[in-house]
């Protein structure tokens, strides 16, 4: 597996790309954000690991050129800043997941094997719940037939709930089902997806689709019922 690890902090990078090669991962170093960018549009890399806070170019913008170039491999940010609008900002732009500075070897372990792990979505018919038509193979969203860009991450949590229209879902499980781990996702990740979805599903429309149930998970209704 190839991982670019984008970070300025030389000693940083240094001991991450050290560990990450004695789990036998191949890694090369970009330090900072011009390189970044260009190493990820010139070569296959597996996922890339992004910080925020580059000389030249920042994170987000890196991520945004990615994503607006075509390049889908996923995208680890790692932040020193924990605070919402950064990390929701980072995922709209096209980020699945996150991990706020200083974190554990373990965790990140944990969260690049998860995003490696997470395949395509399953080939089959296409999903719909009330105003909304999800097709897995070719990856859109439609509403009343507009078609609605999301990233990869929002329409995975979008099509995992989609499959259980009118279940309430735990959170545990939507974690699982998106991410692949088991409760270890920072607590605020799920709901800033969930907050990035709703906007740009229900619009201005006023017509709530996806539902929070209070210490439970959240629910997709098809109708406006309660
Ligand atoms: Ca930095």
Redesign the pocket.
């Known amino acids: 597996m190839r991982l670019l690890l984008v970070?300025?902090?030389a000693r940083m990078a240094a001991l991450l790309k050290k560990g990450l090669a004695e789990e036998g991962y191949a890694v090369a170093v970009a330090g900072d954000g011009r390189t970044g960018l260009a190493m990820a549009e010139s070569n296959e890399f597996d996922l890339i690991l992004l910080?925020?806070?580059?000389p030249g170019i920042d994170g987000f913008t890196i991520a945004r050129r990615l994503r607006d170039g075509g390049i889908h491999t996923p995208i680890l940010m790692l932040t020193?800043r924990d605070a919402a609008p950064d990390v929701v900002r980072g995922l709209d732009l096209g980020a699945d997941d996150y991990l706020t500075k200083p974190f554990s070897f373990e965790v990140l372990l944990a969260r690049i094997r998860a995003l490696l792990r997470r395949g395509p979505s399953a080939q089959d018919v296409q999903l719909t719940a009330g105003p909304l038509r999800l097709d897995p193979a070719a990856h859109q969203v439609f509403r009343e037939g507009v078609q609605i860009d999301l990233t990869r991450t929002e329409f995975l949590l979008l099509e995992f709930l989609m499959r259980r229209t009118g279940q309430v879902v735990r959170r545990a499980s939507l974690i699982e089902g998106v991410w692949g781990y088991d409760r270890d996702v920072e607590s605020n990740t799920l709901d800033a997806f969930i907050r990035l979805l709703r906007t740009k599903l229900e619009g201005d429309s006023g017509a709530r689709l996806i539902h929070t149930v209070r210490g439970v998970g959240y629910v997709l209704r098809a109708g406006g019922e309660e």
């Open positions: 970070e300025d902090e910080d925020i806070m580059l020193a």
